[in-house]
């Protein structure tokens, strides 16, 4: 009979803490940035991946972050590891950015602002099925047109501000790690 294999990071991805306990940020998003990075990854993909990822993981309809993440990352050579990394941990920013985002597109349309209420939405539901369907995605719609709005200059934005915070990590990765 085998036995499993344990998956762990190794004491070089995690910044130098041989035998040491490492923090779940260590272990769940350090290690496997670090470990783009020595297989090749240039830092400003990387940055760019992340940057996406953020952007991508707070659209404002729930359940499809991973997916779009997914068509981005083959769409624009992006880095799979880093923006499904990114998309996971900013998840609850994306349940706390819903309604602004919905609120934001219909003040961008010039329409007033809706009740979201589950008694509000059920009861509309059940007086008339197609009108509720097509004013929720009319709001849906609104919702996703003020992501865009705010994500375009974002995510140029973030990418250049993540850009020098990879490159020196990249730098003490490489300097810590040098081949004696």
């Not at 762990?8 to 670090?34: E, H, I, K, M, Q």
């Amino acid at each position: 009979m085998t036995e499993p294999v344990a998956l762990t990071c190794s004491s070089d991805v995690t910044a130098g803490n041989p035998g040491g306990p490492t923090s779940f940020w260590r272990r769940r998003v350090v290690a496997p940035l670090v470990g783009q990075l020595k297989q090749g990854v240039t830092p400003e993909k990387l940055a760019q991946s992340m940057a996406w990822g953020a952007w991508l993981g707070i659209f404002p309809i729930l359940g499809t972050t991973s997916m779009l993440c997914g068509i981005f990352a083959v769409a624009l050579r992006l880095n799979h590891i880093a923006i499904q990394t990114i998309n996971w941990l900013v998840y609850p920013l994306q349940l706390v950015l819903i309604l602004p985002f919905l609120h934001l597109g219909n003040r961008l349309f010039g329409r007033e602002p809706m009740s979201l209420s589950l008694v509000e939405i059920s009861n509309a539901f059940s007086a008339d099925f197609l009108d509720a369907s097509i004013e929720l995605g009319g709001l849906a719609l609104r919702g996703i047109a003020a992501w865009t709005v705010v994500a375009l200059p974002s995510i140029w934005l973030l990418s250049k501000l993540l850009a020098p915070l990879i490159r020196r990590l990249d730098a003490g990765f490489r300097e810590r790690w040098r081949p004696s």
